[in-house]
């Protein structure tokens, strides 16, 4: 079992900068690959970016290749998501997640694949 809690989200400007934390309970969490999603008002929930049990190897959407940065710290029990260059489209509830036993890179984008969630941190990027 794994809880997740995220904090981090808030109300910026185009361009700015925030960073997402995703703290995770149990001791297995270093076993879990871990994704971020989000879903904007209306939209379906999609995939953001994840990262696997080591940290080793990251997975991002286009939409936010080469701006948003997923990190995770299992000394700490906690993932991270540094968005930079925010857009007003990246306004959306965002949702840490866990999955295990990814073996393909099909897996860390597939919402289906993920077992735990946490409730959801808002982002706002204004315009």
């Known amino acids: 079992q794994v809880q997740l809690v995220e904090s981090g989200g808030g109300l910026v ?3 700015g900068s925030l960073r997402l934390s995703c703290a995770a309970s149990g001791r297995t969490f270093s076993s879990y690959a ?3 999603f989000r879903q904007a008002p ?3 929930r999609e995939f953001v ?4 049990w080591s940290g080793g190897n990251t997975y991002y959407a286009d939409s936010v290749k080469g701006r948003f940065t997923i990190s995770r710290d299992n000394a700490k029990i906690t993932v991270y998501l540094q ?9 959306a509830v965002y949702y840490c997640a866990a999955g295990i036993n990814f073996g ?4 860390y984008t597939n919402i ?4 735990y969630w946490g ?7 204004s315009s």
């Open 13 to 15: 400007q185009a361009g």
């Open 34 to 36: 871990m994704g971020w």
């Open 42 to 44: 209306g939209k379906e």
């Open 49 to 52: 970016a994840a990262v696997n």
């Open 83 to 91: 968005m930079n260059s925010l857009k007003p489209e990246d306004t």
């Open 104 to 107: 393909y890179y099909a897996y």
């Open 112 to 115: 289906g694949r993920y077992d």
């Open 119 to 125: 409730q959801g941190t808002q982002v706002t990027v």
